[in-house]
């Protein structure tokens, strides 16, 4: 916090991931917009889980390490079991039907979140309620917060996890 005093907007968090190195191979950091996120729920209804690879290899796909995808063949996913091995590359897509096209899968993909992902109204009222406190250039960015009110905040934390400390009475 010394050499960051200022971490009000996501901007901010990019400045300091770029500044963790700068000589030796300096970290690119890659924003994202709106429009990079897509929903995969469409194309999880037709793809199909296959249990061999193109060049008919079994596929554990519980020891996968790495996972990729290729823009040129996008009915394909492509993943290594160890990191230094070769890929093994597996057609999720549906076949063609005699008449009609292969399914591309990218065709299916939506836009998640057009104008932002929204948070809890909770959230956005904490927000709202603290913008006093934060630089006057960075409030637009809290400003352009927005809310739904489907989403629910676990305030309490995680249901499977407790936090209190018991003892032992007879311990001395």
Known sequence: MKKYPRLYTPDDYV?????????KNPLTVTGMEKSDFLGTSKVEKIIINRKRGINKEFINWLQIRETYLKRESPNSIYFKTDFLGSSVEVNIGRAPVRGRPAVILTEHLV????LGKPISPAKLADNQSILHLIPQDAQSFYNGLISDDAIEDDIDGLDTVDFEIQFDDNVE
Do not use: R, Y
């Open 111 to 114: 836009p998640l979140w057009s």
């Open 15 to 23: 400045q300091v991931v770029k500044d963790c190195k700068k000589k």
